[in-house]
């Protein structure tokens, strides 16, 4: 779970911030008791950003990338295609 601060801590605290995002920890900023922004690392970031573009139906394929000998995975990913869709059940 991610640290909470108020943005008048974050403000004060701004280095410890910084170095908790630097060490993999985000902070999480609140406004009146509500997350309004995140720190994160810049490595993350870059994460944060293809899946917000890969979006709810970009599936497995859009997310695979970034290690070695990833496109092999993708290029499978996309052969196998997709077998139809799934049965949407009322949960009320």
Do not use: C, N, Y
């Amino acid at each position: 779970m991610p640290k909470t601060v108020s943005i008048a801590e974050a403000k004060a605290r701004f280095s410890a911030v910084l170095r908790s995002a630097e060490g993999g920890r985000p902070v999480v900023i609140t406004r009146h008791g509500k997350a309004v922004a995140a720190v994160v690392a810049a490595d993350d970031l870059e994460q944060i950003e293809r899946l917000r573009a890969a979006g709810p139906e970009g599936g497995l394929a859009s997310l695979a990338g970034g290690w070695k000998d990833s496109e092999e995975l993708i290029e499978l990913i996309h052969a196998r295609g997709r077998h139809g869709s799934r049965e949407i059940v009322d949960l009320d």
